[in-house]
């Protein structure tokens, strides 16, 4: 039921790489003209090799060239129609026909993730291929700077990328990030001799988390001041269900932090929330919900108007029962987040389920207005109305649910059943 919890023109260089055809040494690899290849990288080439990975996470923040049309107000969209046959309704559908294009043809992958990510908002991995598929356009077709060959990158798209990587890791903070693997060629022919932050990197983002532990192991060994790579690892450890290890991995960046905070002159607070928020999402996966509320809490003390916490905690007070507590949770996270579609559709869910059907309609109609195209929030609209006496309007908003739900929602069954008796009663009626 509930969504899955212009002014000045500036420009950033960005070094160009072409990944298809760069040679393997420049990103941690060893020389192909090695004279001793089972020796260990040097220096440099662990360097080069970690600078990689920062440079693809860059060309990451180059992706979102356009904010979502409910937003900004754009009367161009992408078209929804490809060359074979989908539900185009279907989140679903989008988002797997992006996955097979990305690297083939990443136009139709953007175009594709485009609309998965319209369709459901909560699709933190439809976010994040929409970035990776842009990344790969900007590398081979983004404008050049006529010294040295670099991108020039305009601030604003730096603004407006960061703004869609970050709604992914707040929709998700474990988000699938194998999207990734298409910004890279088959390079590696020998990942044993790579730099193993690099390494652990690559084989997370290419779906091998159990290698890409042991490489996150090896390069917290050579390089233990590295704090990030806890954080790396348990990712890893996340999508093997080995939760017991994500949480030793969080715990020990977020004391790293906590040690760094108390000793060293801070000129910039980092908040460790989003960390405790982690710590609170592994939690609920052991079903471990007093823990899961005590890191939430500790969440809130780092940062009060972190509204995912807020989120979270109103979903567990509707698990255990605290009705009033959710809704109160809820009314703050849509404070501090109120345009956000997913949570407004969930808050008028929450409230639907209490019995307050003047108070779900009005967050299911915001939700609807804030993404037109996302059908959940006018199905249940549809049932506050209806249960609120006003027949033939929700008769209307079933209609328009059918017109935009997938084929594989549930809703449309109760929907279409919900029509048929009153088509049936029309009928009859004298």
């Known amino acids: 039921m509930y969504g899955r919890p212009a002014g000045l023109s500036m420009s950033i260089p960005v070094r160009p790489m072409d990944l298809r055809t760069e040679p393997c040494w420049r990103y941690g690899v060893e020389r192909p003209d090695s004279p001793s290849p089972g020796t260990a990288l040097s220096a440099p080439c662990r360097r080069a090799g970690r600078a990689f990975v920062r440079k693809v996470r860059l060309l990451l923040l180059v992706a979102a060239m356009a904010p979502s049309a409910a937003s900004s107000g754009q009367s161009q969209l992408p078209s929804r129609t490809f060359d074979i046959p989908l539900d185009t309704n279907s989140a679903n559908a989008y988002y797997q026909l992006g996955v097979d294009r990305l690297r083939s043809r990443p136009e139709d992958a953007r175009r594709a993730f485009y609309w998965a990510s319209r369709l459901d908002p909560a699709l933190a991995e439809a976010l994040y291929g929409r970035a990776v598929a842009t990344a790969l356009l900007a590398r081979d077709y983004g404008p050049r700077n006529a010294r040295g060959g670099a991108f020039l990158v305009p601030l604003d798209d730096f603004r407006r ?3 869609l990587r970050l709604r992914a890791y707040l929709r998700n903070p474990f988000v699938h990030i194998t999207a990734e693997r298409a910004l890279l060629p088959a390079l590696v022919r020998d990942p044993v001799r790579m730099d193993p932050y690099f390494r652990g990197w690559l084989y997370l983002v290419s779906g091998a988390p159990h290698e890409a532990v042991k490489s996150y192991a090896e390069a917290l060994l050579a390089k233990p001041q590295v704090k990030q790579i806890h954080a790396e690892r348990a990712r890893a450890f996340f999508e093997m269900a080995q939760y017991d290890s994500a949480l030793t991995e969080l715990t020990a960046l977020i004391a790293a932090q906590r040690r760094k905070d108390d000793t060293s002159l801070v000129y910039f607070y980092r ?18 919900l007093a823990a899961a509320r005590a890191a939430l809490g500790r969440a809130l003390t780092e940062d009060l108007a972190f509204h995912p916490a807020h989120s979270l905690l109103a979903y567990l007070d509707l698990v255990e029962g605290d009705t009033t507590s959710a809704l109160a949770e809820f009314e703050l996270a849509s404070q501090l987040a109120p345009n956000d579609p997913v949570l407004r559709y969930n808050y008028g869910v929450a409230l639907l389920s209490a019995g307050s059907l003047a108070r779900a309609e009005a967050q299911l109609r915001r939700a609807v207005q804030l993404e037109p195209y996302y059908a959940l929030p006018r199905f249940y609209l549809a049932r506050a109305v209806d249960l609120s006496g006003r027949e033939q309007e929700a008769l209307a908003l079933y209609r328009e649910y059918l017109d935009r739900a997938a084929l594989e929602h549930a809703e449309r069954t109760w929907a279409e059943q919900r029509l048929g008796i009153q088509e049936r009663l029309d009928t009859h009626q004298p």
């Open 271 to 288: 908040s460790k929330a989003n960390l405790e928020y982690m710590v609170a999402i592994v939690h609920g996966r052991r079903g471990d």
């Open 161 to 163: 990328a960061d703004s």
